[in-house]
């Protein structure tokens, strides 16, 4: 099974960015799907963005004109970049692929923290 492997997360002040990378461990081309989702403290984990194999992106509402994925599948990788952040940005940001037959794997997920 693909093993993933996010980066980029880290401290910012409100208003900043931050560029996540997730890494997956084989081929990424056949994957439909791909992308992140998010979970705040206390909360229940919440879609952000996915990525098909051809292009088309989706975004939950809270984030679009903000945040923007892509995907290099010569890099077997997914990125999210994130601008300008507010302190409910804050999470850990997971990253996922579609397995098809409603399976998904996961990433161990990074922690986002913006700072008011």
């Known amino acids: 099974q693909v093993q993933l492997v996010e980066s980029g997360g880290g401290l910012v002040q409100a208003g900043g960015s931050l560029r996540l990378s997730c890494a997956a461990s084989?081929?990424?081309?056949?994957?439909?799907?791909m992308g992140w989702y998010r979970q705040a403290p206390g909360k229940q984990r919440e879609f952000v963005a996915t990525?098909?194999?051809?292009?088309?992106?989706d975004y939950t509402d809270s984030v679009k004109g903000r945040f923007t994925i892509a995907r290099d599948n010569g890099k077997n990788t997914v990125y999210l970049q994130m601008n300008s952040l507010s302190p409910e940005d804050t999470a850990i940001y997971y990253c996922?692929?579609?397995?098809?037959?409603?399976?998904?794997?996961w990433g161990q997920g990074t922690q986002v923290t913006v700072s008011s």
């Open positions: 990525i098909s194999s051809s292009g088309y992106t």
């Open positions: 996922y692929v579609d397995l098809g037959w409603g399976r998904n794997a």
């Open positions: 084989g081929s990424i081309r056949n994957y439909k799907n």
